[in-house]
Structure formats: C-alpha cells, structure tokens
C-alpha cells in the first residue's frame, strides 16, 4: 500500500473506556502528524512526530491524550477515559520530512463515536 | 495568531458552471498555502498548492488556484465543475510543521 492507512476506521465506546488509533505512514515520511475533525469544524492539529520524537505536544486537548510513534513507522494515539466531546473524525497525515512546505499525505481517518 | 478563513459554509452549483471558493489567510511573509478536497468517508487529498513563483497554481481534477498577495486571497476555481466535485474543500496554510486549516466549504452539484 503506498498511502497511509488507519485503523479502524470505525469504532464505538462507550464513556469512560479507553481508546487506541492506529496510523500506518507511508514509508520513508520522517514526520507523522495527528488532526482531530470534529462536526461542521475544520482541522485542529493535534501532535506531530519527527522520527519517534514528538517536539509539539501542545495541540492535544487534555491530559487524556497521549500518542507514541515506533521509529519511523507506526503511531498510535490513545485516548483514557473517553468522554462524549472526543467524538470526531482523527486523521493521521505523513510527510517527507516536517517543514511547513513539506505536502503532507493523509490517511482516511478514524471514526470515533463514544457513546 | 496564523488563521485561514473560509468564508462561504455552503455552495451550490449546477453541473457545467464554473465554481470559485474562497480562501483568505492571516498575516505573515509569503505563505505556504494548500487546497484539499474530501470526499464523505475518505480522506483529505491535496488538489494543489503554492509555495513562491508563479501566482497561478495548476492542481489535479481541472482545479487551479490564484494567490493575491494583496488581497491576501488563494481562491480555488473550476471553468466547469462535475458532478463528482461535489465534497468538502479545505484551505489551508503551512506554519512550520503543521497545516492550519480553515472550516471548509461544502460544494453541491446540482444536475
């Protein structure tokens, strides 16, 4: 596959479990980032990563988020205690390497409803 | 702080007539400014973008975009539009390592 992937595309919780997003960047792309779309709203970056270093933490919207990456390959972002306001769309995007002119490529994105 | 505005929520056009959405961005020296579509449940792809050069910027599907400094605008355009165009379209602005987005326009086609 030579895009990114996430899974799953779909999932449902209920208030109060914890969640695990998966991304899969396409190979080679140093950086990784998370966005976070919440209904009728644009993009909200969320983190990004260089390598399996995150530089910027700060677009995560609590202490309830967190997010790891292995090398240069996959990341996961987990959210604790989901609460109903964690509804969104989260889409992972990968880039050749993290300047503001690098294109960043983006997977179809993860559903999560919590219920 | 860097903003994207995106002024029009919702457009609608028949099949065959041009489109034009809008796009203004925040100050700052010259902008790395892209334009994205999203189709209901993919995700985003980059229909083109601008970095320096040339103010009119040639993308996939037919889509082309026009940077106005003056104006601060990057408004997208289409001289026909398809009726597979109908989807979600984002702005947005480079800023170091992260895309601002703004809040897109939804684009009906009407047949």
């Known amino acids: 596959g030579a895009g990114v992937s996430q899974s799953p595309s779909n999932k449902v919780t209920e208030k109060g479990k914890d969640v695990e997003l998966r991304c899969d960047p396409i190979s080679g792309h140093t950086a990784l980032y998370w966005y976070r779309q919440r209904l009728g709203q644009g993009l909200e970056f969320l983190i990004y990563?260089?390598?399996?270093?995150?530089?910027?933490k700060s677009g995560l919207p609590s202490d309830r988020f967190s997010a790891e990456r292995t090398g240069e390959s996959v990341s996961t972002l987990t959210i604790q205690r989901t609460q109903q306001e964690d509804s969104a769309v989260y889409l992972c995007?990968?880039?050749?390497?993290?300047?503001?002119?690098?294109?960043?490529?983006f997977g179809p994105g993860t559903r999560l409803t919590v219920l | 702080a860097q903003s994207v505005t995106q002024p029009d929520i919702h457009i609608t056009v028949s099949e065959g007539a041009s489109l034009e959405l809008r796009c203004n961005y925040s100050y700052g020296a010259t902008p790395y400014l892209f334009w994205y579509v999203q189709s209901p449940g993919q995700g985003l792809q980059l229909l083109l973008k601008y970095f320096s050069g040339d103010t009119l910027v040639q993308g996939i599907k037919g889509f082309e975009a026009e940077f106005k400094r003056s104006q601060s605008s990057f408004n997208l355009r289409k001289p026909s539009v398809h009726w597979s165009d109908a989807a979600e379209y984002f702005c947005a602005r480079g800023s170091n390592y992260k895309l601002t987005f703004g809040k897109g326009t939804l684009l009906t086609v009407n047949p």
């Open positions: 995007a990968s880039s050749l390497s993290a300047g503001e002119a690098d294109t960043q490529y």
């Open positions: 990563f260089q390598g399996n270093s995150a530089p910027d």
